[in-house]
C-alpha cells in the first residue's frame, strides 16, 4: 500500500455527530404540603372533578338557604304558617337543582368513558349535602315536619337522582348517537309534564286528605309538593302512606333499570371500539 501524501496526513479528523444534552428532569409538582404525588406524574387528578361540580352544588344550596331565612326579616314572629311555605320552597328548590341544574352541567360537557361510574359519584356529591338541607327542618323552629316526611321527601331526592341520573349515562354512553340537548329535553319533559298536565286536566274530587295523589308524584317538583301538602283535615299536619313508598319504590326501579341499561349500552360501545 502506498503511504498517504503529506497533504492527506495534515488534515484535521472530522468531527463526528455531537451527541444531544440531556435535558434536565422537569421538578415535579407538588402539593400545598410539598408532597409529590405516587405512582402519577402530577397533582391533575385532584383539579379536576367532580371538586367543581361539588362546590358549585354547595354554592346553590347557600343561596337556597339564604334565600329561605330572609323571607323571615319582615316576619314579627316565626310560626310554621311562615316557616313551613318557606321550608317547601327551598326543598323544591333543591329538588329542582338535582334534576335540572346537575344534568344541565353534565350535559354541556364531554360524554364521560365511564357514565355509570360517574353518575353514582355525582350523586354522592348532591345527595350527601342535601341531607343538610332536609334533615334541621324537623325543628319546631322550622317546618317541624315528622321524621317519617323528611325521610321521604331524602327517598325521594334519591328516586328521582336515579332517573336523572340514569338519563345522563344514557347520554354519555352515546350508542344511539342521540344528539346531547335532546337528553336534555327529556329531561325537562320529566320535571315539567305532569305539573303542565295538572294544569290542562282539572284534578278529580279529592277524597281523604291523607290520600296519596299519584298525579303528584310523578315529577321531581310535586312530589316535595305532595310529601309536604297540609293534611291537617285528616288530623296530622303531616303523613306519609303506604302509597307514596309503593310510587318512589317504582321510580327509584325506573332509574335503576336505566342505570343498568346504561351500563350495558357502555360495555357494548366500548366491545365495538375497543
Keep these: 500500500n502506498a503511504e498517504p501524501t503529506r497533504s492527506a496526513r495534515s488534515l484535521p479528523p472530522i468531527p463526528g455527530p455531537m451527541p444531544d444534552p440531556v435535558a434536565p428532569e422537569p421538578a415535579r409538582e407538588k402539593d400545598l404540603f410539598g408532597r409529590e404525588p405516587v405512582g402519577r406524574p402530577d397533582w391533575s387528578h385532584r383539579k379536576g372533578e367532580p371538586r367543581v361540580f361539588a362546590l358549585i352544588w354547595m354554592l346553590y344550596l347557600m343561596g337556597v338557604t339564604i334565600l329561605m331565612f330572609s323571607s323571615f326579616v319582615n316576619a314579627v314572629s316565626i310560626s310554621p304558617s311562615i316557616t313551613r311555605p318557606a321550608g317547601v320552597r327551598m326543598l323544591l328548590a333543591t329538588a329542582l337543582g338535582l334534576a335540572l341544574l346537575w344534568p344541565a352541567i353534565r350535559l354541556a360537557q364531554r360524554p364521560s368513558q365511564r357514565p355509570v361510574r360517574h353518575v353514582l359519584r355525582d350523586l354522592f356529591v348532591l345527595l350527601v349535602p342535601a341531607q343538610a338541607v332536609i334533615w334541621p327542618h324537623a325543628m319546631g323552629v322550622l317546618a317541624g315536619w315528622s321524621f317519617e316526611v323528611l325521610g321521604a321527601i331524602s327517598a ?108 350495558a349500552c357502555e360495555v357494548a360501545v366500548r366491545r365495538r371500539h375497543p
Excluded at 309534564?193 to 279529592?206: K, M, Y
Excluded at 325506573?254 to 346504561?262: F, V, Y
Design 156 to 263: 325521594a331526592f334519591l328516586a328521582w337522582g336515579l332517573v336523572v341520573g340514569g338519563v345522563i349515562a344514557m347520554a354519555d354512553s352515546q350508542i344511539w348517537r342521540i344528539p346531547r340537548p335532546v337528553w336534555m329535553g327529556a329531561i325537562l319533559g320529566v320535571v315539567f309534564a305532569a305539573p303542565l298536565l295538572g294544569l290542562v286536566v282539572p284534578e278529580p274530587a279529592a277524597g281523604r286528605a291523607d290520600t296519596p295523589r299519584p298525579g303528584w308524584m310523578l315529577s321531581p317538583a310535586t312530589t316535595v309538593l305532595e310529601l309536604t301538602r297540609d293534611r291537617s283535615a285528616s288530623g296530622s299536619l303531616d303523613a306519609v302512606q303506604t302509597g307514596h313508598w309503593r310510587l318512589l319504590g317504582a321510580i327509584a326501579c325506573a332509574g335503576g333499570s336505566l342505570l343498568l341499561l346504561s351500563h
